[in-house]
Nanobody, 126 residues
Framework: QVHLVESGGGSVQSGGSLRLSCVVS????????MGWFRHVLGGEREGVAG???????TYVDSVKGRFTVSQDNAKHTLYLQMNNLQPEDTAMYYC????????????????????WGQGTQVTVSS
């Protein structure tokens, strides 16, 4: 059974940093693309950063140069290092996996065969 469990969210001031973690289990990592998505209540879900099955990374324009996605296969963990956080980064952040070759960044969607974590809240105050 597939499990994705996020952690690391919290409240920070503008300019601060957070590192999100997503511990994954129940699947073969190399068979999936993986990524981070965010959603603000009342808004559209957005793909933030991801790692495609070929190992390439992808980012939404608004976080390029500030966020870094990485994975540690030995620890079965996907990370999102977020630096220079801004109030507009405030959202619920979800990790997701998708058997498709390319993760849905910035589209914000995964295939019906994909899986979502439960989310972790990030709040950035000015």
């Amino acid at each position: 059974q597939v499990h994705l469990v996020e952690s690391g969210g919290g409240s920070v001031q503008s300019g601060g940093s957070l590192r999100l973690s997503c511990v994954v289990s129940g699947f073969t990592v190399t068979d999936y693309s993986m990524g981070w998505f965010r959603h603000v209540l009342g808004g559209e879900r957005e793909g933030v950063a991801g790692i495609n099955r070929d190992g390439t990374t992808t980012y939404v324009d608004s976080v390029k140069g500030r966020f870094t996605v990485s994975q540690d296969n030995a620890k079965h963990t996907l990370y999102l290092q977020m630096n220079n956080l801004q109030p507009e980064d405030t959202a619920m952040y979800y990790c997701a996996i998708d058997p498709q070759a390319y993760i849905g960044v910035p589209a914000g969607r995964i295939s019906p065969s994909g899986y979502w974590g439960q989310g972790t809240q990030v709040t950035v105050s000015s």
